[in-house]
């Protein structure tokens, strides 16, 4: 009994790695699977920008509209790289892990088939058991339930090596395959990564080169062009601005002062003129009365 038990003990270690393999590479496939796709995502998100980049720069002028599209085809460039870390992840990462299942399926069934040989082992050995404290001086019968109980034993014996070495590779390929996945995976993200910061290198020096000064000259030259047309019309086209108003509108006013004073001492004479002699004459003794 005690060594059905430690053969017990060894298919139950032997489903628990089975099992872990089951439950950790399932995780990995789900998460590797959605990094993927959200890398992709990302791609289709990052080809809308360049899309857009484009679009802005036919809209401006000659030395930004070469920078935009310059910083454009280098964020197109990454993209290109992304497509293709996308499709290495899928080919090099997600479908060796989708490839788990079936060989965990497998692995399984065989362990589920030793397990049976060992309940049918368990029986006889206790089908046994009770004919002998039933049936001691049954000899017949307690001979064919030793027969029976040995044959089982075989069966137990052989099934259970089998599985040892069936999980035995298991567990020899998964460590290989684990170790081959995560290279994989960090090798293709380090080759993406060098691309791209080569690229987003290039697309920042390409800002950088920028020259600002051009496009703002060629743009106050053309609003100079388009104010400066107004500004040159003659005076008389346009109405006088208070500026020229007020030298004018002084003078006028100037002038009409002088003109007035100028009048008044012309009425002031000529009513000199009016008055008689001897008017006058009085009005020179009176005051000197």
């Not at 099992?19 to 998100?45: H, P, V």
């Not at 088939?113 to 404290?133: A, D, Y």
């Not at 400066?228 to 086209?237: C, K, N, Q, V, Y």
Request: aromatic share 6%; charged share 30%.
């Amino acid at each position: 009994m005690n060594v059905v038990l430690s053969r017990d003990s060894q298919v139950r270690a032997m489903e628990n790695t089975v099992t872990n393999a089951e439950r950790y590479f399932g995780q990995f496939c789900s998460l590797l699977a959605s990094y993927t796709r959200k890398t992709a995502r990302l791609r289709d998100k990052a080809d809308q920008l360049v899309k857009q980049l484009i679009d802005f720069a036919n809209t401006e002028n000659p030395e930004l509209r070469a920078t935009m599209r310059g910083f454009a085809e280098d964020l197109a460039k990454v993209q290109d790289y992304r497509q293709a870390e996308v499709e290495r992840l899928e080919a090099k990462v997600i479908s060796p892990l989708k490839l788990y299942g079936a060989q965990i399926k497998q692995t399984r069934a065989d362990i589920k088939k030793c397990k049976r040989v060992q309940n049918n082992e368990i029986k006889q050995l206790e089908k046994l058991e009770k004919l002998r404290q039933k049936s001691p001086s049954d000899r017949q019968m307690i001979s064919q339930a030793e027969t029976s109980a040995q044959r089982a034993s075989v069966d137990t014996n052989r099934s259970t090596h089998h599985l040892a070495e069936t999980v035995d590779a298991f567990q020899e390929q998964k460590l290989k395959d684990l170790r081959k996945i995560f290279s994989d995976f960090v090798t293709i993200e380090m080759v993406f990564h060098a691309k791209a910061v080569e690229v987003y290198s290039s697309a920042f020096q390409t800002l950088e080169n920028y020259d600002m000064g051009r496009d703002l000259q060629d743009f106050r030259t053309k609003m100079r062009g388009i104010y400066g047309h107004s500004e040159a019309r003659p005076l008389t086209d346009t109405n006088p601005s208070s500026s020229v108003l007020w030298p004018l509108a002084s003078q006028s006013v100037q002038s009409t002062v002088a003109q007035q004073g100028k009048d008044e001492e012309e009425s002031e004479a000529d009513s000199v003129e009016e008055i008689p002699l001897e008017d006058l004459r009085g009005h020179q003794q009176g005051h000197r009365d």
